[in-house]
């Protein structure tokens, strides 16, 4: 199980290099982040986009050409189409969104001739590196599901639970989230948390709770002071949350209010996805890139 990116990181380093399309790569952070990752032999960059416009970028960061694969597209739709094609040809290959609106992509990721669908409900899943909790936290969904039902929340459990096992979370503490840790019917999301619950608590793959609030599922001293004796509370590694208010609030307030290192990546396709916010940093998206790498393949 890894505590940290850089652990993240040095696995992949270990394993076997993937082709990695960029959809419209036209922006400084993220070049330098593909460049790091091929220089560190992660992956073999694969580029669509307006090709006299990457190149000139590539130029003036003093990045040298050679190992790179170009495509051209005049259009953000044509730099979506175009990727998308190029990673379902590939088991192994990655995607990753560039300088585009994340619709553009995705219209093209869900079209059943050439898209990259499985039948299973999409799922963003963010990865936070916070200095102060002792482990890599998952949060899902601040992206992609806006108010997700009750089945959709269990189908976002399986994207998430399919996902930490990959990379070596065997059997993880997943905590579902709500305002408040007891039931309360004027608050439909500790029903729901609940109702999942006593669904899911049999299975042996992982451990489950809720509702639990944040800081029941994340501190141990907040959990005993308010007399939550669980497994999963005060030391969750996924957080659940009601909806995509809460799950981007929690996520953006992580990152720029408690240092935190975000990653992001789409889950539910047939290929990894690395699906990062415009406002990221150079360092999340290398670590977004490596984090699609390690998922791709077995355990260090």
Do not use: W
Request: hydrophobic share 45%; charged share 20%; glycine share 6%.
């Amino acid at each position: 199980m890894f505590r940290d990116f850089t652990q993240v990181l040095d696995c992949a380093k270990k394993l076997e290099t993937k082709d990695l399309v960029v959809a419209n790569p036209e922006d400084k952070s993220i070049l330098i982040a593909i460049n790091d990752a091929f220089e560190m032999g992660l992956i073999r960059p694969v580029l669509v986009g307006d090709r006299l416009r990457i190149l000139d970028l590539l130029m003036e960061l003093g990045i040298r050409k050679e190992g790179y694969e170009i495509y051209n597209a005049s259009s953000y739709e044509e730099a979506a189409l175009v990727s998308v094609k190029l990673v379902s040809k590939h088991e192994n290959a990655i995607l990753m969104k560039g300088q585009l609106q994340s619709s553009v992509l995705l219209k093209e990721v869900l079209d059943k001739d050439h898209g990259l669908t499985t039948g299973n409900l999409l799922s963003h899943i963010g990865v936070i590196d916070i200095p102060s909790y002792h482990k890599l936290l998952f949060i899902t969904d601040s992206v992609m599901n806006i108010l997700p039902s009750e089945e959709q929340k269990i189908e976002i459990l399986k994207n998430t639970f399919k996902f930490v096992n990959s990379l070596g979370i065997f059997i993880p503490k997943i905590a579902l989230i709500s305002a408040i840790e007891v039931v309360n019917n004027n608050i439909p999301s500790t029903v729901e948390a609940k109702n999942i619950v006593d669904k899911l608590k049999d299975n042996e793959g992982y451990y489950i709770g809720g509702p639990f609030s944040v800081d029941v599922a994340i501190s141990h001293e907040s959990a005993k002071t308010k007399g939550v004796n669980h497994v999963v509370a005060g030391d969750a590694d996924v957080l659940i949350f009601p909806n995509i208010e809460s799950a981007n609030t929690f996520y953006k307030s992580t990152t720029f209010l408690a240092n935190g290192t975000p990653v992001g990546l789409l889950l539910g396709a047939s290929n990894p996805i690395v699906l990062t916010s415009r406002s990221d940093s150079y360092k999340s998206k290398l670590y977004s890139i490596a984090l699609a790498v390690v998922s791709t393949d077995i355990i260090c």
